[in-house]
């Protein structure tokens, strides 16, 4: 399991740290496995994290608090992880359903398609939920991946 911890209010204000359990109930926490890198122009607080896994590699998604595009993070064993960067950002026209922030996605893998819905806000504070997808090979092949929206529902 991937789990968001608390540390000092410092560069690892907030980090992701990794426990392991053989039998879902009883976990034992392995310690911090991501920290923020400010240095790269991460924020120093990670904020809606969603895991997901294809074959033998971990696909992390998260957001950053001021900074509410998603990024990417990949690891084949749960310990080491490369960062991607972004891969989705909110709309950049006006008008588009998600040009104040891209935010909480949630994935299901269909055959050869990642499927994902995420919450989008718009100029005027609405909230949506919206949809993207992405090939599975497109995302497993690309050292860093842009995520298209197909369509706004």
């Known amino acids: ?21 053989d039998d879902g109930i009883n976990w034992t926490k392995k310690g911090k496995v991501i920290s923020p890198q400010p240095a790269i122009g991460e924020t120093t607080t990670f904020r809606n994290m969603s895991l997901l896994k294809i074959g033998d ?35 950049l026209t006006p008008g588009d359903w998600d040009i104040k922030w891209t935010t909480s996605p949630w994935f299901v893998v269909e055959g050869n398609k990642v499927r994902m819905w995420y919450e989008g806000g718009d100029s005027n504070g609405r909230v949506r939920t919206l949809y993207a997808e992405i090939l599975v090979s497109d995302l497993a092949n690309r050292s860093r991946i842009l995520i298209l929206p197909v369509s706004a529902q």
């Open 1 to 21: 399991m991937i789990y968001k911890g608390y540390g000092s209010e410092a560069d690892d204000w907030t980090f992701y740290g990794l426990a392991k359990s």
């Open 57 to 91: 590699t971990y696909y992390l998604f998260h957001t950053m608090v001021n900074y509410l595009n998603l990024f990417l993070l990949t690891s084949y064993d749960g310990i080491t992880w490369s960062k991607k960067g972004v891969v989705f950002t909110k709309g």
